[in-house]
């Protein structure tokens, strides 16, 4: 090539439109590529980690559990205040224990009570699991499509709020792409033999974490596509290039440590809560009121999976067309038993199908390459315009009213982005409509880092309403004496112990609450508004001691019960 043709090269690439510009950036290498999709983590993930309030009930819940085992030194038990929480096996608790661990090393202050250092293996985690997503879609895909799949992994909202909350899913969607990845190569690569050591460890790694963080789960999920997949092959033998006599010993050698110690020291109670309570009853019953009807996760995947589930609504006749090819047979077999179990299964929690979302970002870059993201079918215009249009506007105009309602209040500092964001959707839209569906796909993506950051790390900071346990802990802090007692009555939240501490008493009644302010030292009482009357009638007649002066009042919006909050703080100083 002259170097008059190479400067053309040169004018013309810096001339193309910035989406083809960032996708043929990242083509060049997988270094580049990779470190596109970390900088579109970090904006995703990061922004919001540590100013967002622990959010009730199951996030603090973790939190604590970890903390009280800091507190205790036992690694082994999982516990809750004084309740045994055998619910999920101990994988996550050790990642936020070694995280709160290096925190404090590093002086990070007051790191126990630090909700971010929690979050971390959730960050870390749903960072690995946009890597390993573009891992295994170069199973399937030219390097330029496993990046605009993985990036479509990377940018939906399910995953960023799961990266922002400190609980097992994150690293559980990590541990089930790295397990589907070696999967897929051993079904694309079947009858060439056995697969590599790289491979052999991500199969059997990420199963093995995967049961130490959530038990059965990746077993099921990698379990129902092998079978699927084997019975249209009408032989299991694929799976021999996985080795599995070495990888069943090795994940038996690193699961049953932990398991032998809990079954001793519970004395078998962990299995019979783990799976006959909280697996099966959730099997069986919609556990702790999250019930929902059959397909229910189809209708959230539209708002979960944005912007990706806009054009993944337009791959589902490609994948119809092209279920007998090897790759989205495999596609459709991480997919579909999974998720007709969870749609069978009463419980309904959006993030349950989280493992699930790599191989529809997958499916989708495929139908892409194909050609078959067509805005001349019909319907397709329609369709894309108001699913990419529907979660960015929605939010902004439902942030306004939030903020509003609860605080009389804007989130001014946030408007900027979510206008921007919707913009970017609109553009987006506009591409597509001109037939350019892989630009269309990389500015909606950019549109997600722009939505993400905004309401998780900007939104949220002017809607103090839904910090109901930091507000009553920062009355704690202000009292004159270190180290109060606190007892709450009516309020009790997860988050409310994480932020007081372990020792934080529940109470009742009134006539408890008067007995806890009457014991000594410096005492702190929180009360429910509905719990006031029952406080005032048990203060004795004629008043022999009067209520203390409230020292703080916090009113609020709790999230997870749905309704308006008053608590009253009373204190007694010695």
């Not at 006959?276 to 995947?301: C, N, R, S």
């Not at 870059?365 to 001349?376: E, I, K, N, T, Y």
């Not at 894309?384 to 500092?413: E, H, Q, Y």
């Amino acid at each position: 090539m002259t170097s008059l043709s190479a400067g053309r090269v040169a004018r013309g690439a810096l001339s193309a439109p910035l989406p083809d510009r960032i996708l043929a950036f990242g083509e060049r290498s997988h270094a580049r590529a990779c470190a596109l999709l970390l900088a579109l983590c970090l904006a995703c993930f990061l922004p919001g980690l540590t100013s967002l309030q622990p959010m009730d009930r199951d996030e603090p819940r973790f939190a604590q559990a970890t903390k009280q085992m800091l507190e205790t030194g036992d690694l082994v038990d999982i516990r809750f205040q004084a309740e045994a929480r055998h619910k999920k096996p101990v994988g996550i608790y050790w990642l936020q224990a070694a995280s709160v661990a290096a925190g404090e090393a590093l002086g990070v202050p007051e790191a126990r009570t630090a909700i971010g250092l929690y979050r971390l293996p959730s960050l870390l985690g749903a960072a690995a699991s946009v890597l390993l997503a573009y891992w295994a879609a170069l199973a399937f895909l030219t390097r330029r499509g496993a990046l605009l799949a993985a990036a479509l992994f990377g940018a939906c909202l399910m995953l960023a709020a799961e990266a922002h909350l400190a609980k097992t899913d994150a690293v559980l969607t990590a541990t089930a792409t790295a397990a589907f990845g070696a999967l897929a190569r051993a079904w694309l690569q079947r009858g060439q033999g056995a697969l590599g050591r790289a491979v052999f460890l991500a199969f059997w790694l990420g199963l093995t974490l995967g049961i130490l963080v959530k038990g059965p789960m990746v077993p099921m999920f990698v379990g129902l596509a092998a079978l699927v997949l084997s019975v249209r092959a009408r032989s299991g033998r694929w799976l021999l290039a996985l080795r599995p006599g070495p990888g069943l010993a090795l994940t038996l050698l690193l699961v049953a440590p932990w398991f032998l110690a809990i079954a001793w020291k519970s004395g078998g109670a962990f299995f019979g809560e783990a799976v006959g309570k909280d697996m099966l009853g959730k099997v069986g019953t919609a556990k702790e009121k999250h019930w929902g009807p059959p397909g229910a996760y189809l209708i959230a995947f539209f708002a979960t999976f944005w912007p990706g589930a806009a054009f993944a609504a337009l791959s589902l006749p490609f994948a119809w067309r092209a279920r007998g090819t090897d790759a989205v047979a495999f596609l459709l077999a991480w997919i579909v038993p999974s998720w007709l179990v969870f749609e069978a299964v009463p419980t309904k929690l959006p993030h349950y199908v989280l493992p699930l979302m790599p191989a529809v970002a997958i499916l989708t870059a495929l139908a892409l390459q194909s050609g078959a993201l067509d805005p001349a079918r019909r319907g397709a215009r329609a369709t894309v315009a108001f699913l990419l249009l529907l979660i960015p506007v929605g939010l902004t105009l439902g942030l306004l009213a939030a903020g509003w309602k609860l605080d009389r209040s804007l989130p001014l500092a946030a408007l900027p982005l979510l206008i921007a964001a919707c913009a970017l959707a609109a553009l987006a839209v506009a591409a597509f409509a001109r037939g350019a569906a892989e630009r269309a796909c990389v500015i909606a993506i950019l549109s997600a880092c722009l939505l993400t950051p905004s309401v998780l790390g900007l939104a949220q900071r002017a809607l103090p309403a839904l910090k109901v346990s930091g507000r009553l802990a920062a009355i704690r802090d202000a009292l004159p004496c270190p180290s109060p007692q606190v007892a709450s009555l009516g309020y009790r939240e997860p988050s409310l112990v994480f932020l007081m501490g372990t020792d934080l008493t529940m109470l009742d009644s009134g006539s408890q609450a008067l007995d806890f302010l009457r014991g000594g030292g410096c005492r702190l009482v929180l009360v429910e508004a509905r719990f006031a009357a029952d406080l005032a009638a048990a203060v004795p007649v004629p008043v022999a001691a009067p209520l203390p002066t409230p020292v703080g009042q916090v009113s609020g919006f709790n999230i997870n019960g749905g309704k308006r909050l008053d608590l009253t703080a009373y204190a007694v100083l010695p």
